[in-house]
T-cell receptor
Framework: QQQVKQSPQSLIVQKGGISIINCAYENTAFDYFPWYQQFPGKGPALLIA?????SEKKEGRFTISFNKSAKQFSLHIMDSQPGDSATYFC??????????FGKGNQVVVIP | DVKVTQSSRYLVKRTGEKVFLECVQD?????MFWYRQDPGLGLRLIYF???????EKGDIPEGYSVSREKKERFSLILESASTNQTSMYLCASATMNQPQHFGDGTRLSIL
């Protein structure tokens, strides 16, 4: 089994604060690292993704930082809003578009 | 926008029944996937298909089978449902080297 380890399991952040979720992997053959956001009653939706030849990618308030040598990547949510409250999954892609998922992180942003 | 449609949002079946979960995508994607999502375990791949009539086992295929007779449709079959198959089932599709797009899931309860 391909593995991606995600931490912490849950996170409570004040509105306006920074949410940080970390993921680690072992398999150096992973070639694409997406983050998915899931709201209750909905399927996961692609939030942002990065390839291993890039160290950082930013889209609006969401940033992925990627450390190839440490085999770690993280999601930063800047200026967190109550509407960001959701479950976040990191993933890593290998052969035939398959994804290995982390176990998910529930983020709660309190007003 | 990619649309992945799962035929039922909620389904209740009895132990021993044969259960069919249907998934349709409208983007002519080659790859389709079935996952189950359980609290604390994240998304686990059951089966995937990279072409019509082609299928590959994922990480947890036991107790399940799949069918892909048409490119747009991927069915998950529980041959003889058991209570430990109570879960949220998610279907996804993707074209080569592009992110997976998910449906909103089927919450299946086996009594």
């Amino acid at each position: 089994q391909q593995q991606v380890k995600q931490s912490p399991q849950s996170l409570i952040v004040q509105k306006g604060g920074i949410s940080i979720i970390n993921c680690a992997y072992e398999n150096t053959a992973f070639d694409y690292f997406p983050w998915y956001q899931q709201f209750p009653g909905k399927g996961p939706a692609l939030l942002i993704a990065i390839r291993p030849d890039v160290s950082e990618k930013k889209e609006g308030r969401f940033t992925i930082s990627f450390n190839k040598s440490a085999k770690q990547f993280s999601l930063h949510i800047m200026d967190s809003q109550p509407g960001d409250s959701a479950t976040y999954f990191c993933a890593a892609s290998y052969g035939n578009n398959r994804l290995a998922f982390g176990k998910g992180n529930q983020v709660v942003v309190i007003p | 926008d990619v649309k992945v449609t799962q035929s039922s949002r909620y389904l209740v079946k009895r132990t021993g029944e044969k259960v069919f979960l249907e998934c349709v995508q409208d983007m002519d994607h080659e790859n389709m996937f079935w996952y189950r999502q359980d609290p604390g375990l994240g998304l686990r791949l059951i089966y995937f298909s990279y072409d019509v009539k082609m299928k590959e086992k994922g990480d947890i295929p036991e107790g399940y089978s799949v069918s892909r007779e048409k490119k747009e449709r991927f069915s998950l079959i529980l041959e003889s449902a058991s209570t430990n198959q109570t879960s949220m089932y998610l279907c996804a599709s993707a074209t080569m080297n592009q992110p997976q797009h998910f449906g909103d899931g089927t919450r299946l309860s086996i009594l």
